[in-house]
């Protein structure tokens, strides 16, 4: 694990005030994909489909 996910150090132009980790930042990715282009997510190399399916019971999207 880099320690680099763990800082808050990105910014991102439509999030003003707000700075990310590169853990955020990938979650963010994943969940966009995973919302807009749901056949691909696959392709991105995160397992992150458990947390998904998790959120979205937790929010019933």
Do not use: C, T
Not at 24 to 50: C, T
């Amino acid at each position: 694990m880099q320690i680099i996910h763990k800082i808050d150090n990105y910014i991102v132009g439509s999030f003003p005030n707000k700075r990310f980790s590169g853990y955020q930042l990938l979650a963010y990715y994943f969940v966009s994909w995973k919302l807009a282009i749901p056949e691909h997510a696959g392709e991105l190399g995160l397992d992150y489909k458990e947390e998904f399916e998790l959120a979205v019971k937790m929010v019933k999207l």
